[in-house]
């Protein structure tokens, strides 16, 4: 063939082609190796593929942890991240885990295991009904008061306990005074709940956090939960709104906003503490029933036991009252009394076991509030986070960008270092006296308690505590290795620019890893 003859762009064109042709069979052969390997996951579109072609699962954690925390979506966020062996600590890999970061609910597993050390597993709170003067056994009349004297128990006339709800508690504390032999008080039903300080709002909960159910005030006498329930009916031209049970006294204007455009339909209560007027303001697309914080539990504990005592036909002269109503209005006399009944909690263990699952805001504080009573201070929030400082200051933990306001993570104000949050994890570990109670407390990761199908990740038997927030994600707990050693995680980010399904992927990631180091 005359070299005259050769069309040279033919040529080049058909070159081009085997060069594509080989980069895709190499590209094929990679993606087909990496997934025939046994330590190697599902990678989405979404996430860079391996920059090498290791089998060490350490460098894939390693280069995976880095690729999140390096990512552009992490480019005005923060990440932090800590592994440890959940025995001695030793630390098998850590990125940023010195930075101080919003952990949201994650703080529940400090202030949840501190209690069981504290207070320990075996502890219940005691609910008394006691009262003052004196009974005439020929009128069946108590001449003074009947008191409830709180302890604390956020579980007392909980619709989650089916042996203590509310309509319980209360056929049982008639039944103890009925059989005492009153059928009439000359006094009133007055509640104490002074174990507690009446600050109901830990201190930099947002007033939108005060105005919803998860918002509920941690009292010295909690009862329903601390919550009453808004049941909304939509017509054609309004929105109707009614409050249930009765509260005396309570107040609302209806602002509620029908919108059938919105995602999520939420209602608020605005208003504060122990004032009885509640604005109640959102948007709503379907009808149905939606809970808000009591204005005062323990008045309302003590206004339900005088209320069913009246519809059983026992009289009470001087209707509901609290302790701390008296002292405002320097009527307060504080009488002997003597004990009727006394009403146990669950288990703390059994408390803590629901905090953790349900992330239960209201039950973490009052949690918080009793590591101070057990440790003979304040049943404040302000003395609660000082004892859990001088808990890990005496265990020569480095608490530098600790910042404890309240007891569930709910507060922005709160900070805290992954390093820290893993090694608290060791410490509780390392206590045989509460670990097996606090372990099981912490949900199983990938798991759900509103019934959802598990997802996969499930079966690698992760317990951790997850928090969630606006521009919030963290998650601390305990994963098993490859070989059966427990070890302990901390991973907390903030500000990211991801949406939620590709960062959950990426944790997903990392975990799945985790489980399979050796």
Not at 50 to 76: G, W
Not at 118 to 134: D, E, H, K, M, V
Not at 289 to 313: E, I, V, W
Not at 362 to 381: F, N, R, W
Request: glycine fraction near 6%.
């Amino acid at each position: 063939m005359n070299q005259n003859n050769i069309k040279w762009p033919s040529i080049f064109l058909l070159i081009l082609a085997g060069v594509w042709l080989l980069a895709s069979v190499e590209g094929v052969y990679y993606i087909m190796k990496m997934k025939n390997k046994n330590d190697s996951i599902s990678i989405s579109h979404q996430i860079k593929p391996l920059l090498y072609d290791s089998t060490k699962v350490i460098d894939q954690l390693k280069y995976y942890v880095n690729e999140l925390a390096t990512n552009d979506s992490m480019q005005h966020g923060s990440f932090g991240f800590c592994l440890v062996t959940a025995d001695s600590g030793k630390i098998i890999l850590e990125q940023n885990s010195d930075i101080s970061l919003v952990p949201a609910s994650a703080l529940k597993m400090v202030t949840t295991g501190l209690a069981l050390k504290i207070a320990g597993t075996g502890f219940s709170f005691r609910t008394t009904l006691q009262y003052s003067g004196t009974i005439n056994p020929s009128t069946r009349t108590l001449n003074g008061n009947i008191y409830i004297r709180g302890s604390g128990d956020p579980t007392l006339g909980s619709v989650e306990y089916g042996t203590n709800t509310y309509s319980t508690i209360l056929k049982r504390w008639f039944t103890s005074i009925h059989a005492l032999g009153i059928d009439s008080i000359n006094g009133a039903i007055i509640a104490d709940d002074e174990i507690f300080d009446y600050d109901l709002v830990p201190g930099g909960w947002a007033w939108e956090d005060v105005e919803m159910s998860y918002g509920a005030p941690p009292s010295g006498l909690s009862f329903r939960d601390n919550l009453y329930d808004i049941q909304v009916r939509i017509t054609k031209n309004t929105i109707q709104a009614k409050v249930e049970p009765y509260i005396p006294g309570l107040l609302t204007k209806n602002s509620i906003i029908y919108n059938p455009k919105i995602y999520n339909s939420y209602v608020f209560a605005a208003g504060p503490p122990f004032i009885s007027e509640r604005l109640l303001r959102g948007e709503i697309k379907y009808a149905g029933t939606y809970k808000a914080p009591m204005p005062d539990p323990a008045y309302f504990c003590a206004y339900s036991l005088y209320s069913y005592l009246k519809n059983k036909g026992i009289n009470v002269s001087d209707s509901a009252n609290t302790i701390r109503k008296t002292k405002i209005k320097n009527t307060y006399s504080n009488p002997e009394r003597k004990t009727i009944a006394t009403t146990y909690s669950p288990s703390l263990s059994e408390i803590v076991y629901r905090t953790n699952h349900l992330s239960q805001n209201m039950y973490a504080e009052t949690l918080l509030k009793l590591i101070a009573v057990m440790k003979k201070t304040a049943g404040t929030t302000i003395a609660g986070v000082k004892e859990v400082n001088n808990y890990w200051k005496d265990r020569n933990i480095d608490l530098r960008g600790f910042h404890m306001v309240d007891g569930s993570g709910l507060s922005r104000a709160n900070s805290v270092t992954a390093k820290q949050l893993t090694h608290f994890l060791v410490a509780f570990h390392n206590d045989s006296a509460i670990f097996s109670s606090f372990y099981r407390s912490l949900p199983i990761y990938g798991t759900y308690v509103n019934g959802a199908k598990p997802r996969t990740i499930s079966a690698l038997n992760i317990h951790a505590k997850g928090g969630y927030m606006s521009r919030v994600r963290s998650l601390t707990g305990y994963a098993y290795n490859k070989n059966g050693k427990l070890l302990a995680f901390t991973i907390i980010i903030n500000n990211s620019e991801f949406k939620w399904l590709t960062l959950m992927e990426r944790i997903d990631r990392i975990l799945i890893l985790i489980s399979k180091l050796e």
